[in-house]
């Protein structure tokens, strides 16, 4: 894969879009009605959308919903 920048850990969840503020693929989060970006992490639901396809193919995350 030959993205323009590595992702980071926190920022992993960029990969996808964001369920929580509609953040579309490698777009920052926002906050605050879109007016501030999340430069540093991203929404716990988008963290959990990330690993999402993970978890469905092996459904081994002991079921958390929040
Ligand atoms: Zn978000």
């Given at each position: 894969?030959?993205?323009?920048?590595p992702?980071?850990?926190?920022?992993?969840?960029?990969?996808?879009?964001?369920?929580?503020?509609?953040?579309?693929?490698?777009?920052?989060?926002?906050?605050?009605?879109?007016?501030?970006?999340?430069?540093?992490?991203?929404?716990?639901?988008?963290?959990?959308?990330?690993?999402?396809?993970?978890?469905?193919?092996?459904?081994?995350?002991?079921?958390?919903?929040?």
């Amino acid at each position: 894969m030959s993205e323009t920048e590595p992702l980071t850990y926190p920022l992993l969840p960029l990969a996808v879009a964001c369920p929580r503020c509609g953040s579309g693929p490698r777009q920052y989060c926002t906050s605050h009605g879109g007016t501030r970006l999340r430069r540093s992490d991203v929404h716990q639901d988008r963290t959990r959308a990330y690993r999402a396809p993970l978890s469905t193919a092996r459904t081994d995350d002991g079921g958390q919903e929040r």
